[in-house]
Structures are given as C-alpha cells and as structure tokens.
C-alpha cells in the first residue's frame, strides 16, 4: 500500500449482512473515510452484485439466515479469485477464526466492531495484498532465472557432449563422422518408433557418445588393422564399461549411461558386456546397435571395402532376432530411405 488515503479513495468494499441495523452501522462508521462501500443483505444479493462489479475487500457476516458465510466466501471467490475476504461473526471462536484463515479469508473480525477495528481490518487486508504482489511478482522472476540458467545449463551440456565427441575424433580416425552417422539415424527410428522428446533427446546424446570409451583404449590396439590377440579383444570388449566410468562423474549424463553400457549386447544373449538379452537391453542400446552396424557395414574398412545399401540391408535383416531386436531392424527399415536422402548413400 503506498498511503493510506490513496487507498481508501480507490478501494470498493462489499458490506454483506443479514440485519439491516449492521448494515446501516457498517456505512455510518466508514460512510465518510473515501472508500466506496456497497452493502447486501442475502447472499443471493452478495453473487450478483460480484458478478456485476469488482470489489477489493468482501465482508461477510458468518450466519445469512441459512447460508454459513464460509460457503458464500467460496461461492463468490470463485467469481472473482482477486477479491478478499473478511469473516465477520458475533459468536467468535478461535477455531473458527482458523477455518476461515484456512478456508481462504484474509481476516476474521467479531461483532460488535469499531471503526478503527474496520480500518485496521483494511490495512491488514490490503497489506497482505501488497505482500502477496510481491511475492507473485519475485516468483515470476525467480522462474524466469531458472529458465535462463536451465538454458545455459543445456548449452554447456551440448558445449561438453561436442567437446567429448571432438575428442574421440582425435584419438580414432573416423569415429567422429561415425557417431554423428549413428546419432543421426538412431533419432530417425527414434521417429518411426514415435518415442517421446525425452527419449529422443537421451538416445540422441547416447548415440553420439556410445563409443566414448574408446578413449581409454591404447593407441596401438585402436589403429591395428591385423587381428586381434585375446588381450587386445578384452580391452575392445572392455570400452562401453570405460565409457560408462568417463561419464559417471557428470551428473547430467546419468540418464544415458545404460544406453551406452549395453551398446554392444545381442538380442539372443551373445553380446557384451553382460550378456543379458532381448527387452532386457535398454531400448536406446538396441536402436543405437542397430545404426551402429548400418553405419559401419556402409564404411570403408582398411581390411574391406564399404558394402552397399542392399547388402547393408540384408545382413541387418540375416541377424535380425540374433544380433538386433526384429522390431528395430523393421524400424529401421521405414527410415531407410531418409537416410539415403542424408548421407547420399548407394
Ligand atoms: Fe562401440
């Protein structure tokens, strides 16, 4: 409130009692301080004149003949949910002073009442509002830092994912394309599937960084182009475990982690590094193992040239229910054709 005479010349009171010498007292005790007061005696009176016109503070006597003003109170703030209400009541009990405080009423005054009682009654009223202005006005501001720093927050998330990916790109020739390849398409079987933003968002980032592991592989194993010993095998195998240990420390990175742990499991069981199968793989795992391999069969290999789109096609479906999950294999194939559109692919 800035002052108090500005307040009362702008504020409209609704005075609503069933006996009409109240009524007449409530109007001779304020009638002269500025502020506009209407009065009614029923609370059939009291819901039209609040569906005519706005008023600042409602006063209700707490016993309209049959109605409880507690109801009415209900009634009319659904009407207008920016008025407030005062409970008025000759039989004052603290119990009901604290239904009504909890029913929604800003103040609770007894009968008989003063003007000064009346007008403090107002102060408190209008202060609260004020209060509860500010309040709502810092809230807004407060949502909308939040929305700022979640922005900047999801910024940096996509800074460091780009950094990462960067990263594997410098330590395994190729990788980088790859990944970004494998991202790509698993959010267009993310699309056939119809998975919601969340999923995709997830599968996106897990796609992009399901061989982030590989970082923590030697040199002389990534880039050996003979065959593997058992040794070297074991520490290929061991890379969706690494990857899951760089990005545990990151706590936003939590969601993804079991996409890229189970990268490399096979629908039957045969694939690593738990071994577990079927709908047990996490979704995202078995759509990432599925544009991982289309990916790389497309590839060119120092040990082979890339194969085609048909041959690509027909070893996805040879090992469909083995290698892959059926489902994401006929996924896949729907959105084969974008792909193609993509990457220009034969
Ligand atoms: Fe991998």
């Known amino acids: 409130m800035t002052t108090l005479y500005s307040a009362r010349t702008a504020l409209s009171l609704l005075f609503v009692d069933d006996e009409k010498r109240v009524l007449d007292s409530f109007r001779l005790l304020i009638g002269d301080l500025g502020y506009r007061v209407v009065t009614a005696s029923n609370d059939d009176d009291a819901v039209a004149l609040v569906s005519q016109q706005r008023f600042d ?91 700022r720093k979640n922005e900047e927050l999801k910024n940096v998330f996509c800074n460091v994912l780009s950094s990462l990916a960067q990263a594997m790109e410098k330590r395994d020739f190729g990788t980088y394309g790859h990944c970004r390849r494998v991202s790509q398409v698993a959010c267009l079987i993310a699309a056939a599937l119809d998975l919601d933003d969340t999923e995709r968002d997830r599968l996106r980032a897990a796609a992009l960084l399901h061989d982030i592991g590989k970082i923590g592989i030697s040199d002389s194993v990534l880039g050996k182009t003979g065959p593997l010993t058992a040794e070297e095998w074991l520490q290929i195998k061991h890379h969706p475990v690494k990857g899951v240990e760089i990005l545990e420390p990151i706590r936003q990175f939590s969601a993804i982690l079991p996409s890229i742990l189970h990268h490399h499991e096979n629908y039957d069981g045969s694939g690593y590094p738990h071994g577990i199968a079927g709908e047990k793989i996490p979704r995202a795992s078995r759509i990432i193992a599925v544009a991982d391999a289309y990916d790389a069969i497309l590839s060119e290999r120092p040990y082979r040239s890339a194969a085609n789109r048909e041959q690509a096609l027909n070893e996805l479906a040879a090992c469909a229910g083995s290698q892959f999950d059926p489902g994401i294999v006929e996924a896949f194939v729907k959105v084969d054709s974008r792909y193609q559109k993509m990457f220009g692919t034969n």
Do not use: C, H, W
Request: no cysteine; glycine share 4%.
């Open 57 to 147: 503070i409602i006063f209700l006597d707490q016993f309209l003949g049959n109605v409880r003003g507690l109801d009415l109170m209900r009634r009319l703030a659904v009407q207008d949910p920016n008025a407030y209400f005062v409970l008025i009541t000759a039989n004052s009990t603290p119990a009901l002073a604290v239904e009504a405080m909890k029913q929604g009423a800003a103040d609770f005054m007894g009968k008989p009442f003063s003007a000064t009682e009346v007008i403090k009654s107002i102060e408190y009223v209008m202060k609260k509002r004020e209060l509860e202005s500010e309040r709502k006005e810092m809230v807004t501001t407060l949502e909308k830092l939040v929305d």
